[in-house]
């Protein structure tokens, strides 16, 4: 569509030759993408990470009289956790 708003506005009309290759014919891949064993590691060791917190936080709000449930600190963190998991894997599996 700007193509054409730029062609009405300078009127200019398209040569034959960019109308044929305005479009997108073929898309060729040659590799699948690989998975990244560093970044693998640092998402285990996230989730590590975050299971000890949710262990600390169960503990501190057993042991100290606390005026919230725990699941109001535990469950943004893992909800961003699954998060950020899940768009890696997906754009992984996606580009696979």
């Not at 569509?1 to 730029?6: A, K």
């Amino acid at each position: 569509m700007i193509t054409h708003l730029l062609h009405l506005v300078y009127g200019r009309a398209p040569t034959p030759e960019a109308i044929q290759y305005a479009f997108v014919q073929e898309v060729h891949v040659d590799h699948a993408p690989r998975r990244e064993p560093r970044v693998e590691r640092l998402i285990l060791t996230c989730w590590l990470l975050i299971a000890a917190k949710h262990g600390f936080i169960l503990w501190a709000c057993r042991h100290y009289p606390i005026p919230f449930h725990s699941l109001w600190i535990n469950f943004p963190t893992w909800l961003l956790g699954t998060l950020a998991t899940g768009i890696y894997y997906g754009r992984l599996w996606q580009r696979a």
